[in-house]
């Protein structure tokens, strides 16, 4: 399995129903919504209204990444908003077992991220509780940014953790690294830039999709 989630925060939002809908055509399942709140990053993009409003513009799964300091106080919003995987950080202030209870009370799925700076090790107290664990290959906070490709390892270590663990990874992703992540062990790879920035978004999905299997 291999699964393309294409980064709305590289979108343009000023047409935001017509992209939506153009990456789930050009064959991206997922789609990947990234929620700032200017605490945990330095930044804001958008909350529970937005993803509601292109809730019945896709068919695309909706995989939402909370960067925010108390993901535990929004997972109702985000759940209520149409939500079918939410992804927060084990460096959030919440309770991440509360946080993930509160997931799966609402019977959408839950994953943890760690930033490239937080060892694989801060997982293993949960990691038999969640779904997915989103490997960050950039500093969170922007799209565009270098893939760090010293954050493949930890792709690796999860595996040894837990061997059927799903694995995401986001940030810098595109055809030229895709295997080294792909082979790593991520089966669902998050690009932002790598398709909004191209012209032909089938093509974009095509050449990462391609890569990995090449
Ligand atoms: C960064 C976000 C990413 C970002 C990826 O904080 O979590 O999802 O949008 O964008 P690219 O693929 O351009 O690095
Ligand atoms: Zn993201």
């Keep these: 399995m291999l699964t393309i989630s294409p980064s709305i925060l590289a979108c343009d939002f000023s047409r935001l129903k017509d992209e939506v809908s153009a990456v789930y055509d050009a064959g991206a399942q997922w789609l990947h919504i990234d929620v700032m709140d200017g605490h945990f990053v330095p930044n804001i993009t958008l909350g529970p209204d937005i993803v509601k ?46 946080t993930i209870e509160k997931i799966k009370g609402h019977n959408i799925k839950a994953a943890l991220s760690i930033k490239p700076n937080t060892p694989v090790s801060a997982l293993k107290d949960y990691i038999n509780d969640i779904d997915m664990v989103l490997v960050m290959t950039v500093e969170p906070g922007f799209g565009g940014q270098s893939f760090m490709a010293d ?19 986001d940030g810098g992703i595109s055809a030229e690294n895709a295997k080294l ?34």
């Design 53 to 98: 409003s292109i809730r019945d513009k896709t068919k695309a799964f909706f995989d939402v990444h909370l960067m925010i300091s108390d993901p535990l106080f929004y997972i109702d919003a985000f759940a209520k908003a149409g939500a079918e995987l939410i992804t927060f950080h084990v460096e959030t202030q919440s309770d991440i077992k509360k």
């Design 151 to 169: 954050m493949i390892p930890k792709i690796r270590e999860i595996k040894e953790m837990k061997s059927d663990m799903l694995i995401e990874v």
């Design 181 to 214: 992540v792909y082979d790593a062990g991520a089966r669902v790879l998050v690009a932002g830039s790598a398709i909004f920035n191209k012209a032909d978004y089938k093509k974009a999905i095509d050449d990462i999709k391609g890569a990995c299997k090449a």
